[in-house]
């Protein structure tokens, strides 16, 4: 006897609920929509190195990174974390804190952020 004559009910697995078609073209979506982005991206990245790029100094600190995540490092020990995280919350500035054994931090702002805010 076939299942369907046992009363056994045949049920549909995720696999073909259509749940793979809607990731694809949630994908081609979203590789469509993102290089559209990157002269954004670029264009906020050279603001960051206009920016920070100046406080770049062998002994003291550097720049890494490019487009929209950024690293900073301070070479100097002397630098206390507790001044650098208060003079950032001063300026309303919240980079992410990177555990090392020099002091370093990260920074990644939003894509779609006005250049004036960004730059303020």
């Not at 009910?9 to 590789?31: D, P, R, V």
């Not at 790029?53 to 206390?80: A, M, S, T």
């Not at 919350?89 to 960004?118: C, T």
Request: charged share 20%.
């Amino acid at each position: 006897k076939t299942l369907l004559e046992h009363g056994t009910k045949i049920l549909q697995s995720h696999t073909y609920a259509g749940s793979s078609a809607l990731a694809y073209l949630t994908a081609i979506e979203i590789l469509t929509e993102v290089p559209r982005w990157f002269n954004r991206a670029a264009a906020l990245g050279r603001v960051v190195r206009e920016i920070l790029g100046p406080c770049q100094h062998e002994y003291f600190f550097q720049l890494h990174g490019q487009g929209l995540l950024w690293g900073g490092e301070f070479l100097d020990r002397n630098i206390v974390l507790k001044d650098f995280q208060e003079a950032c919350h001063e300026k309303k500035v919240w980079p992410y804190i990177v555990p090392s054994w020099r002091l370093g931090f990260m920074i990644s702002p939003p894509l779609d952020i006005d250049e004036g805010e960004f730059r303020e």
